[in-house]
């Protein structure tokens, strides 16, 4: 893995926090004031916000997928993760630990091409 790798899955992890959180938050919140008072005015915002976090969160899985050469199955798991209330969160706590990797690969690899020199 490389540094590109490494910043793919941070950018990953950066927005699938907000888009875990998105759902629950903003359109069941919505949701549950447009029922009980008159407010239906925040409906369409709210969707239209978290429709965007999800198009952001889907294109930078596609880099992710690109860059990490990652299988489909784990690209599967974090496309359902991101469908999930909260998934995002859990999804967050893997990518973690794959970003940690891609960046300990990648100083290892800088290092040893440093050493050779």
């Given at each position: 893995?490389?540094?590109?790798?490494?910043?793919?899955?941070?950018?990953?992890?950066?927005?699938?926090?907000?888009?875990?959180?998105?759902?629950?938050?903003?359109?069941?919140?919505?949701?549950?004031?447009?029922?009980?008072?008159?407010?239906?005015?925040?409906?369409?915002?709210?969707?239209?916000?978290?429709g965007v976090l999800f198009v952001i969160y889907?294109?930078?899985?596609?880099?992710?997928?690109?860059?990490?050469?990652?299988?489909?199955?784990?690209?599967?798991?974090?496309?359902?993760?991101?469908?999930?209330?909260?998934?995002?969160?859990?999804g967050d706590k893997i990518l973690k630990r794959?970003?940690?990797?891609?960046?300990?690969?990648?100083?290892?690899?800088?290092?040893?091409v440093v050493e050779a020199s």
């Amino acid at each position: 893995m490389d540094i590109k790798t490494a910043t793919a899955l941070h950018r990953l992890r950066l927005i699938s926090v907000p888009e875990g959180l998105s759902f629950p938050a903003l359109l069941i919140f919505g949701s549950l004031l447009s029922r009980v008072s008159d407010i239906d005015f925040l409906m369409m915002p709210l969707g239209i916000l978290h429709g965007v976090l999800f198009v952001i969160y889907a294109v930078l899985l596609l880099d992710v997928w690109n860059k990490a050469k990652w299988p489909f199955k784990r690209v599967a798991l974090f496309f359902v993760l991101a469908l999930l209330p909260f998934g995002g969160l859990y999804g967050d706590k893997i990518l973690k630990r794959y970003e940690a990797d891609a960046v300990l690969a990648s100083r290892a690899r800088r290092e040893s091409v440093v050493e050779a020199s």
